[in-house]
C-alpha cells in the first residue's frame, strides 16, 4: 500500500514562540485573526485588558462554527458581554494559552472544519 501524505490546504501555523506565530513563511508579531478559509486581518488588541465588545463582533462576522481565542502565555477569559456577538450568532468560543491555541486550530482545520484561530500577541508590559 502506497502512503501519501497530507495535504493542508488552508492556513496552518508552522511555529510559534513567545510573542510570534508563523504562518506561510511569514513571522507575525502582532494580533491576528486566522481563518481556515484563507481569510486574515490583524486584530487590533495590543492587551487582553483592552478588549471590547467589538472585538469579538469582528469575529462574528466570519460565520465560523467556532473561535479559538488564543489568550497569550496564559489562559485567561474574556467577559460573557465581551462575546456576546459570538453567542447571539451560534459560534462557539474556547479560550486557551496561544500554544494550544495554534495546536488546536491546526488539528481543525486541517480536518475541514470552518474555524478562526485570534491569537493575542501582548506588547511588551501587556
Same mark, same amino acid.
Given at each position: 500500500?502506497?502512503?501519501?501524505?497530507?495535504?493542508?490546504?488552508?492556513?496552518?501555523?508552522?511555529?510559534?514562540?513567545?510573542?510570534?506565530?508563523?504562518?506561510?513563511?511569514? $513571522?507575525? *508579531?502582532?494580533?491576528?485573526?486566522?481563518?481556515? #478559509?484563507?481569510?486574515?486581518?490583524?486584530?487590533?488588541?495590543?492587551?487582553?485588558? #483592552? @478588549? *471590547?465588545?467589538?472585538?469579538?463582533?469582528?469575529?462574528? $462576522?466570519?460565520? *465560523?462554527? !467556532?473561535?479559538?481565542?488564543?489568550?497569550?502565555?496564559?489562559?485567561?477569559?474574556?467577559?460573557?458581554? @465581551? *462575546?456576546?456577538?459570538?453567542?447571539?450568532? $451560534?459560534?462557539?468560543?474556547?479560550?486557551? #494559552?496561544? $500554544?494550544?491555541?495554534?495546536?488546536?486550530?491546526?488539528? !481543525?482545520?486541517? %480536518?475541514?472544519?470552518?474555524?478562526?484561530?485570534?491569537? @493575542?500577541? %501582548?506588547?511588551?508590559?501587556?
Amino acid at each position: 500500500m502506497k502512503i501519501h501524505p497530507d495535504i493542508i490546504s488552508v492556513p496552518f501555523i508552522k511555529s510559534y514562540g513567545k510573542g510570534w506565530v508563523q504562518v506561510a513563511g511569514e $513571522q507575525l *508579531t502582532r494580533s491576528v485573526v486566522i481563518a481556515s #478559509d484563507g481569510r486574515r486581518f490583524e486584530w487590533q488588541c495590543a492587551r487582553f485588558e #483592552d @478588549l *471590547t465588545a467589538g472585538h469579538f463582533e469582528q469575529l462574528a $462576522q466570519l460565520k *465560523t462554527e !467556532l473561535v479559538i481565542f488564543g489568550t497569550g502565555e496564559r489562559l485567561r477569559f474574556p467577559a460573557a458581554s @465581551l *462575546t456576546r456577538a459570538l453567542i447571539e450568532c $451560534q459560534i462557539g468560543i474556547e479560550s486557551m #494559552d496561544t $500554544q494550544a491555541a495554534c495546536r488546536t486550530y491546526n488539528i !481543525l482545520a486541517g %480536518e475541514g472544519r470552518h474555524v478562526a484561530v485570534a491569537l @493575542l500577541m %501582548e506588547s511588551p508590559g501587556g
